[in-house]
């Protein structure tokens, strides 16, 4: 177990959301769990002698870096349900074509936090991003299948616009950027 004291306005942040969560009883919740909100708390059955207290930290924030990414995929590219009955090179060929989607997603969504960040100071997150592209995703093919550039980057303009909607301009923090998972993992490596 770590344990990671956080700065006092963190802690703040946590008891608030704490006692506001629609989804927990907020009436049962007692000192001890509202003084607990003060720190970070790291379970694992990874041995010291393989990874520092810091090592285990930074490797549960790039977890919950990952996390996210994979809810976007899962969800908002409905990668669930069932699978019908099919042949397997049917199936194959539709988890590769999901894949190849999915991967230009991603791609499209790191563009606009890179341009957004660059541009305005402005942060979007990866499940808001990835929403957006989503509502775009019959115009995005009718405008490839049109085979035209115009219609393509007409779409480009307009996917951009819902992006810009969607982020909110605030003072960043010191320590943030416009991905943070790329940045986590180049510092590790």
Same mark, same amino acid.
């Given at each position: 177990m770590v344990l990671q004291k956080v700065p006092k306005a963190v802690g703040d942040y946590k008891r608030h959301k704490l006692k506001t969560d629609k989804q927990s009883n907020r009436n049962k919740i007692t000192p001890q769990r509202l003084a607990f909100c003060d720190a970070n708390c790291y379970i694992t059955n990874i041995s010291e002698q393989m990874m520092t207290d810091q090592d285990i930290i930074n490797l549960y924030g790039l977890r919950w870096?990952?996390?996210?990414?994979?809810? /976007?995929?899962? &969800?908002?590219?409905?990668?669930?349900?069932p699978i019908r009955s099919?042949?397997?090179?049917?199936?194959?060929?539709m988890l590769y074509a999901q894949m190849i989607r999915i991967l230009i997603d991603t791609k499209i969504v790191q563009y606009f936090k890179i341009e957004l960040w660059n541009l305005f100071s402005h942060k979007i997150s990866e499940l808001k991003a990835f929403n957006v592209l989503a509502t775009f995703s019959?115009?995005?093919?009718? /405008?490839?299948? &049109?085979?035209?550039t115009r219609a393509t980057h007409d779409l480009f303009d307009k996917i951009t616009e819902a992006m810009i909607a969607f982020t909110k301009k605030r003072k960043p923090s010191k320590k943030e950027s416009h991905n943070d998972f790329y940045i986590f993992?180049?510092?590790?490596?």
């Amino acid at each position: 177990m770590v344990l990671q004291k956080v700065p006092k306005a963190v802690g703040d942040y946590k008891r608030h959301k704490l006692k506001t969560d629609k989804q927990s009883n907020r009436n049962k919740i007692t000192p001890q769990r509202l003084a607990f909100c003060d720190a970070n708390c790291y379970i694992t059955n990874i041995s010291e002698q393989m990874m520092t207290d810091q090592d285990i930290i930074n490797l549960y924030g790039l977890r919950w870096i990952i996390e996210i990414l994979f809810k /976007a995929w899962k &969800s908002i590219a409905k990668l669930k349900g069932p699978i019908r009955s099919m042949k397997p090179a049917r199936f194959m060929c539709m988890l590769y074509a999901q894949m190849i989607r999915i991967l230009i997603d991603t791609k499209i969504v790191q563009y606009f936090k890179i341009e957004l960040w660059n541009l305005f100071s402005h942060k979007i997150s990866e499940l808001k991003a990835f929403n957006v592209l989503a509502t775009f995703s019959q115009a995005w093919w009718m /405008a490839l299948r &049109s085979g035209t550039t115009r219609a393509t980057h007409d779409l480009f303009d307009k996917i951009t616009e819902a992006m810009i909607a969607f982020t909110k301009k605030r003072k960043p923090s010191k320590k943030e950027s416009h991905n943070d998972f790329y940045i986590f993992v180049n510092s590790q490596t």
